[in-house]
């Protein structure tokens, strides 16, 4: 009866190890627009797309241009959560980046707490270029495994 248990145990335990990870990202934009006339959210896809429905393979003998339809990859079903812009009229706001940092930190708490494991973080910055530009956002991605 013992090793019916033991072989019963390391036959469940090789299952839940060999089952595929899935991965999730949440992305993060912050606007560093001047005067605060951006838009900063949280998007959350709830759609999944295969990346390798929108995939070609090139190669010597075939290098025929991916026909794949832009229209067919875009998600329209996805969580948007406001935040507040970096800048208002007087220029940076600290009390802005504070309840975003509340907000961001809410998501991730919410993450974790539906079994999503915080594994990688990587933002990036498209800042302002001066008077002409007007231009600017702050990027983080956050990716999740379960």
Do not use: C, H
Not at 14 to 24: G, L, V
Not at 36 to 43: A, H
Not at 125 to 139: H, L, N, P, R, Y
């Amino acid at each position: 009866m013992k090793r019916v248990v033991n072989i019963l145990f390391v036959t469940v335990l090789t299952m839940i190890t060999a089952q595929a990870q899935e991965y999730k990202i949440i992305t993060t934009v912050e606007s560093i627009v001047p005067s605060g006339l951006g838009r900063s959210r949280i998007i959350d896809a709830n759609a999944d797309r295969d990346y390798k429905e929108f995939s070609s393979v090139q190669t010597a003998d075939d290098n025929t241009r991916n026909k794949a339809d832009r229209s067919d990859i875009r998600v329209k079903d996805f969580e948007e959560t406001k935040l507040l812009n970096f800048y208002n009229i007087a220029g940076i706001r600290f009390q802005n980046i504070a309840a975003n940092d509340a907000l961001i930190s809410s998501k991730l708490t919410a993450m974790a707490a539906e079994g999503w494991e915080l594994v990688f973080v990587t933002s990036g910055v498209e800042a302002d270029a001066g008077e002409k530009d007007g231009q600017g956002i702050f990027v983080t991605r956050f990716v999740f495994k379960k």
